[in-house]
Each structure stands twice: as C-alpha cells, then as structure tokens.
C-alpha cells in the first residue's frame, strides 16, 4: 500500500485516466494523498504568435477545472497543473513531493519506444520511487 501517489494525466483520445485513478485508489493506503498531475507543455515561439493572447490562459484555466472536478470524485485527491516537458516534470515533481508510486499510462507508441509511450519510458528509467504502467 502507498501514501503518496502520483498520477500523471494526458487529456488525449486514448486518455486511461479514469483506469490510472482505480489503479490508485486500489494501491492507496486508506489516507493516502493522491495528485493528478498534468503538465502543459512549451509552446514554441513561433507558433505562440499564431494563437490568440488569452489561450494559454484558458486552456490552464479548463484543464485545472477538469482535474478539479475528477479529483473531487477521489478521497484525499487533488488536482495539479505544471508546466514542463512531460518526462522530466513528472520525475521532478514526483521527487520534491515525496511520491512512492507513479501510476502512468502507456499509450500508441513509436516504433522507437515499442513497449513504452516515450513519456512512460523516461518515467521508467529514471523513477526514485515505484511506478506501475497501464497498457
């Protein structure tokens, strides 16, 4: 049983959310603390220009709503949104707030990262703690 879980979440069409969290509340101690976390990623400058001013603003602003509203279904849940690239924040944020499991999906991978999504895979090999992968 784990007290501090994180739970990395992409909001994409093949999204295991709803799975990672039964994983977690299944592995959680009954007052574990459980973050699920989604990082925005960098938008390049170039492509910033192209995107009215406020977006990133809303788009942080949804994205906090929806991990608010799941993390209201969770017992000792909440939700977070960093910035970052998506590898390194999850190994970092998991790390400075004491996590003893990562609980990641793995989704529609390239060739080059065949048993792992590439973002799966940097978890995996650099972790401090446990990690447990859905497919």
């Not at 973050?35 to 603003?57: K, N, Q, R």
């Not at 709503?65 to 970092?92: C, F, N, Q, T, Y």
């Not at 390239?110 to 973002?119: E, F, H, P, V």
């Amino acid at each position: 049983m784990y007290k501090n879980i994180l739970v990395p979440i992409a909001f994409d069409s093949d999204s295991k959310a709803h799975k990672s969290i039964e994983v977690a509340q299944a592995l959680a101690e009954p007052d574990a603390k459980i973050t699920l976390l989604h990082v925005m990623e960098h938008i390049p400058g170039y492509a910033i220009s192209y995107l009215p001013a406020e977006y990133l603003t809303q788009s942080r602003a949804a994205l906090e709503k929806e991990l608010a509203d799941m993390a209201a279904k969770v017992p000792g849940a909440k939700g977070m949104v960093i910035e970052g690239h998506s590898g390194r924040s999850i190994l970092e944020y998991g790390e400075e707030n004491g996590c003893d499991l990562i609980i990641i999906a793995s989704h529609q991978p390239a060739m080059s990262d065949y048993l792992l999504g590439s973002t799966a895979a940097v978890v995996v090999r650099h972790a401090h703690c446990a990690v447990h992968v859905l497919r």
